[in-house]
């Protein structure tokens, strides 16, 4: 296991342990260390797209979009939180008629319903709004 390290990016500050073998982009002092967006969105545990979904439905930026990812895929019922905001952006989607975006996110709903089966509700709600 790697070593604990506090991250400082964009005004949002992650503890996190990084395996051994993802070097920081950058040390900088009191040891804390910058690492990129994508090293962020990759020990999230979830796809760029999901984490910009995230960040879309929460209007947060991308780098506190992947934190929130990471620790809702951790809790109870937090998959079925992160498939509804992906639900709410395409709805959001929809009500602005912008289509390129809405089969953007359904492609980004599929994807993310294949990786967590759990995710798959019984009947799709969604499907009688639209």
Known sequence: MGQRHSIAHWGVVL????????????????????????????LSGLTEE????????????EI????????????????????DMIVHD?????????????VMLLHVLHHFLKAHPEARPNQHPWSRLY
């Open 15 to 42: 503890f996190i342990t990084l395996p051994s073998q993802i070097q920081p982009a950058i040390d900088l002092p009191n040891g804390c260390l910058m690492i990129s967006l994508e090293d962020c969105v990759g």
């Open 50 to 61: 999901e984490v910009l979904a995230i960040a879309e439905h929460e209007h947060i930026p």
């Open 64 to 83: 506190a979009a992947s934190a929130l990812g990471q620790y809702l895929s951790r809790q109870e019922r937090g998959i079925e939180q992160l498939r």
């Open 90 to 102: 395409i709805r959001q989607a929809q009500q602005g008629q912008d289509k390129q975006h809405i």
